[in-house]
């Protein structure tokens, strides 16, 4: 059975740092692209970053670019999101996720697995 854990949210003030780990179980995604996503209260998801196998090649949404890095440890078949200068506007549910049908990139609209989510709350 396919499983994403997420770990790592907190509460923190404005200017601070998190890092997020998502550990994989039930299935090797050592080639597949992963990605972060969030969600605040009464918005739609937002896809945060993503990266590819073998960590050679990531991408970031605008509004975290610059202070979010997305890494993955293909061992521990782990992604991590460091998250620095953190903004109340940061605050949210975060996710992981990879698509059902890999290798491609997950997005809002594909058919994903999903972790059950780590909650980030920056205060200013």
């Known amino acids: 059975q396919v499983q994403l854990v997420e770990s790592g949210g907190g509460s923190v003030q404005a200017g601070g740092s998190l890092r997020l780990s998502c550990t994989a179980s039930?299935?090797?995604?050592?080639?597949?692209?992963m990605a972060w996503f969030r969600q605040a209260p009464g918005k739609e998801r937002e896809r945060v970053a993503t990266i590819l196998p073998g960590g050679r090649s990531a991408s970031y949404a605008d509004s975290v670019k610059g202070r979010f890095t997305i890494s993955r440890d293909v061992a521990s078949d782990t992604v991590y999101l460091q998250m620095n200068s953190l903004k109340p506007e940061d605050t949210a549910m975060y996710y992981c996720?990879?698509?059902?049908?890999?290798?491609?990139?997950?997005?809002?609209?594909?058919?994903?697995?999903w972790g059950q989510g780590t909650q980030v709350t920056v205060s200013s």
């Open positions: 039930g299935a090797t995604y050592s080639t597949n692209c």
């Open positions: 996720a990879v698509r059902r049908d890999p290798p491609f990139c997950p997005t809002q609209r594909t058919d994903n697995y």
